[in-house]
Structures are given as structure tokens and as C-alpha cells.
């Protein structure tokens, strides 16, 4: 849509960052995908950029195959880098969606900095959800290696078996969905990323949302708090 949530242009309104936050596998992805279609602003997933860089044969590439496969974090300056850079391009300047950034407190505070910087206000949506549904939920996922879309097994199988919908790309099982791996990125999400939860609670910035209800209800319930916060003139309320 060219214009902003309530379908009026957004020319001279405040544009909206929206940060999709949560632990690995509680339906960021999916839900930015959703919004992203809503409201025509792009989802930044740095977790796709990445994977896309390191497909490079070069010590960066190598080294960010070692470390996304290990399921620890990439460094605050690499991520500033590409945020910096990502959203700095056209297509975000009626808003965006950012899919797994933040991460870390340095990574917070780059994302204020940055929000000042371009005049746009913050919206952050926490999705909670229990960690044995997570080990579940990775386990069960597929993702798309073409367009960045997310599928799962159970409760949003692809119309055909390892095919996307969107692009028809071949779906794979991310490496870093395995056993090992996702019980790293919890202990990471959890010491590094879950304080972040307060960190923009304290901020006001923060909207809460119970992440094991079904997709549809979710992004519907979603949409009417993002809308409600944003105001007739496009500022953000808390
Ligand atoms: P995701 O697709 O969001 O689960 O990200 C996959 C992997 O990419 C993570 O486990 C990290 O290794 C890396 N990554 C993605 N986003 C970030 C970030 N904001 N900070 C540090 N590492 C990141």
C-alpha cells in the first residue's frame, strides 16, 4: 500500500519503525512477513542479509558461516553496518520492519540513534511465548533461501511439499534449526536479548504480544494495537 496504516499517504506523517522482537522461533518472521504485505514497508531480516553474506567465499563469508552455524551472535559493528546501510535506501522511507534486530543493549541503542536521526518513532512488539514450544516450532520449520519466507510443518505447511508459495524457490531446513544449535541461540536469546524486554518497556516503546495464539488472530490483534498507537498525525503513542 502506498500509504501509511490508517491508507492515507504518509508524505509529510512520521514513518514508523517496527521492530519484531522474541526468541527464535516465536513467530517474528512470519508475523513481519504479514505486516510487511499490509503496509508495503520492507521487512529487514538481518538474519536473511547474513546468511546472503556469507554464502561468499572470503574470510567474512567463512567466518559468518562459523558463527550463525554455532548459533552465537554476529558482531555490533557488522550489524551496524548493515542496518545503517539497509535502511538508509528508498523503500524505507515510509517505514520498515526490522525481523532479529536488536539483538544486544549496543544494538538498542544504535536503533534510538538511528530513529532520531531519520525522524521516525519505535514501535517494538514483544512476541512471549514458552520455551518448550519453541524447540518444537524450530524443529518443524522451513524456510525459503529465495525471498526470506517462513513455513512450518504443522501450522503453515506450503501448498506443495518443500516449495514456496511465493517465489517456488526449494525450502530448506536451516542448519542452525538443529538440536544443538537452537539450544545455543536460546541460552544467547535469553542472556543477551531478553533484557532488551525491559529495556524498551522502561521506554515506553513496547507492545506485548502472547505469541502462541494461531497466525491469523495474532497479526489481526497485532495490527489494531500498531494502529492504535499510532496517532492521526502519524506520531506514536505509548
Ligand atoms: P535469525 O534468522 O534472525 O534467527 O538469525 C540467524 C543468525 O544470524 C543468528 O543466530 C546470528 O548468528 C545472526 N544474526 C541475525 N541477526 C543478528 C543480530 N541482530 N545481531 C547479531 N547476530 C545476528
Known amino acids: 500500500m502506498a ?5 492515507r499517504p504518509r508524505r509529510n506523517a512520521v514513518s514508523v519503525i517496527l521492530v519484531m522482537m522474541g526468541a527464535p522461533g516465536a513467530g517474528k518472521g512470519t508475523q513481519a512477513g504479514l505486516l510487511s504485505h499490509r503496509y508495503g514497508w520492507p521487512k529487514i ?45 528508498e523503500d524505507c522511507r515510509d517505514g520498515y520492519i526490522l525481523d532479529g534486530f536488536p539483538r544486544t543493549v549496543t544494538q538498542a541503542e544504535l536503533l534510538l540513534e538511528l530513529s532520531r536521526q531519520q525522524g521516525r518513532g519505535v514501535i517494538v512488539v514483544n512476541f512471549a511465548i514458552r520455551p518448550e514450544r519453541l524447540i518444537e516450532r524450530l524443529s518443524r ?23 514456496c508459495d511465493r517465489c517456488g524457490s526449494e525450502l530448506t531446513h536451516r542448519a542452525d534449526d538443529e538440536p544443538e544449535a537452537i539450544a545455543r541461540r536460546l541460552e544467547v536469546y535469553q542472556a543477551q536479548t531478553e533484557p532488551l524486554i525491559g529495556y524498551f518497556r522502561d521506554r515506553k516503546l513496547l507492545l506485548e504480544m502472547q505469541g502462541e495464539q494461531p497466525v491469523n ?9 500498531i494502529e492504535s ?10
Open 141 to 163: 520449520r522451513l524456510s525459503c533461501p529465495g525471498c526470506g519466507e517462513v513455513y512450518s510443518l504443522t501450522v503453515r505447511a506450503p501448498r506443495q511439499p518443500d516449495r
Open 217 to 225: 488472530s495474532l497479526f489481526e490483534e497485532l495490527v489494531r494495537n
Open 229 to 238: 498507537r499510532v496517532g492521526r498525525a502519524g506520531e506514536i503513542s505509548a
Open 3 to 7: 500509504g501509511g496504516v490508517h491508507g
Open 45 to 89: 531480516s538481518t538474519g536473511d542479509i547474513l546468511r546472503e553474506m556469507s554464502k561468499a567465499e572470503t574470510p567474512v563469508g567463512r567466518d559468518l558461516r562459523r558463527v550463525q552455524a554455532s548459533g552465537q551472535l554476529v558482531s555490533d559493528e557488522i550489524l551496524a553496518e548493515i542496518v545503517k546501510e539497509r535502511t538508509s535506501r
